[in-house]
């Protein structure tokens, strides 16, 4: 069983930054894609970024390019997600997501479906 101990949201004022830290409990996360997605109050999970297995390869929703990075120390069998000029849009529960091997068609690295694990969620909330 995969578990998942995720930190670092929190509240935050437009424009701050916050990093959400991933740890995984497998013996090696070499092998796993990590993926982060969040859901607001009323809205459906949204891929937010993709680390890919496969070539290295990272993945951003188009409303957070530019401004999150997504990182990996499998080292360490963590995942990071970088948030930088957060707006209240970014608002939301932010999962972390693991799946073993890579995802076959890049294009579907924000489909749920693509994951098999799942952690709890962590709150971000961008208010001033």
């Known amino acids: 069983q995969v578990q998942f101990v995720e930190s670092g949201g929190g509240l935050v004022q437009p424009g701050g930054s916050l990093t959400l830290s991933c740890a995984v409990s497998?013996?090696?996360?070499?092998?796993?894609?990590i993926g982060w997605f969040r859901q607001a109050p009323g809205k459906e999970r949204e891929g937010v970024s993709c680390?890919?297995?496969?070539?290295?390869?990272?993945y951003y929703a188009d409303s957070v390019k530019g401004r999150f990075t997504i990182s990996r120390n499998n080292a360490e069998n963590a995942g990071y997600l970088q948030m930088n000029s957060l707006k209240p849009e970014d608002t939301a529960v932010y999962y972390c997501?693991?799946?073993?091997?890579?995802?076959?068609?890049?294009?579907?690295?924000?489909?749920?479906?693509?994951?098999?694990?799942w952690g709890r969620g962590t709150q971000v909330t961008v208010s001033s």
């Open positions: 997501a693991a799946r073993f091997g890579y995802i076959w068609d890049g294009a579907n690295w924000n489909r749920t479906n693509e994951y098999d694990y």
């Open positions: 497998v013996s090696s996360l070499d092998y796993y894609t």
């Open positions: 680390s890919s297995l496969q070539d290295g390869s990272t």
